[in-house]
């Protein structure tokens, strides 16, 4: 069921009615940003790690973030109760605000949405996602701008030639995928681009993880050390660790979840269930 009530600059009102006018800057010039976190058994996951990032991209694009960290954890714990769902995804977002010339920002429109999600489905997975490699680099990487749009123009081509998702590369140099964090295995490493890219808040719970017999890094790598790897995988607040099965039609490992990838996600589950 989807949520009945989302939250626009502190007011809770029903999605139904819920309006941002034309002249916002997020519609005219895609200007804004956005976090995302889960919510499991009525609890956020990673709440203040997210808070970190969500400020931290408003800083850095110069967007007043309209409410405090207090403020902005009651007015989420209100659109919580309100929507009574206990197992549900929080989106902030803040957009570049009504403008004056369609150039300018103006006063920003920050906008919470919960949506409900299933966990027990996504995160059961024994076969990998197929990626396409693609050559580009995101503006801001290091910002959770709402700037998707070579991933969105994308959609068609990975439909028609049965991609998952894509894989994007700096001139050879791996970085990401647009809504997840990549790693390969490479020997006795695990290994994740380190510059470039968007630090995902569950990427930096997997560095802080042990692996037996592996030791777990921040490496830039490139599209050919791709030939040598035994797993590949993703990281993300909605997948956890999820296995990659083939990279450009090249089949990595026997195409279902290896051992370190599997670990990972293991880990994960039990770090979000002790932080519950």
């Known amino acids: 069921m989807a949520a009945k009530y989302v939250s626009i600059n502190n007011e809770l009102v029903l999605a139904a009615d819920a309006k941002v006018g034309v002249g916002d800057l ?16 009525g609890r956020p996951v990673f709440m203040e790690d997210h808070f970190n990032r969500f400020y931290n991209s408003a800083k850095e694009m110069h967007l007043e973030a309209t409410l405090n960290r207090d403020e902005l954890r009651k007015t989420i714990a209100e659109l919580m109760e309100k929507n ?20 300018k920002m103006g006063k920003p429109n920050l906008i919470i949405l ?42 068609p081509f990975m439909k028609e030639n049965g991609f998952d998702d894509v894989l ?20 006795n490493e ?27 890094l921040e490496r830039d790598f490139t599209l050919n050390d791709l030939a040598n790897v035994q797993e590949a995988f993703i990281t993300s607040t909605t997948q956890y660790a999820y296995p990659v099965a083939a990279i450009d039609g090249k089949e990595i490992g026997d195409r279902k979840i290896g051992p370190v990838t599997r670990q990972v996600k293991e880990q994960l589950l039990q770090l979000i269930c002790d932080s519950n």
């Open 26 to 41: 997020a519609m005219h010039r895609g200007y804004g940003i956005f976090d995302y976190f889960k919510v499991v058994d």
């Open 84 to 103: 009574n769902m206990p197992n549900s995804g929080i989106k902030l977002l803040l957009t570049g605000g009504y403008s004056e010339d369609g150039y």
């Open 114 to 155: 919960q949506y409900p999600l299933s966990f027990k489905e996504g995160n059961q997975v024994e076969t990998g996602l197929k990626l396409a490699t693609v050559n580009h680099q995101r503006q801001l990487p290091s910002i959770k701008t709402i700037d998707y749009l070579m991933a969105v123009r994308l959609h």
């Open 168 to 187: 994007y590369h700096n001139n050879g140099t791996i970085t990401e995928c647009p809504r997840a964090n990549f790693w390969i295995v490479s020997g």
């Open 190 to 216: 695990i290994i994740t681009a380190a510059n470039n890219i968007l630090r995902g808040i569950t990427r930096s719970k997997v560095l802080n993880f042990k692996v037996d017999g592996y030791t777990i």
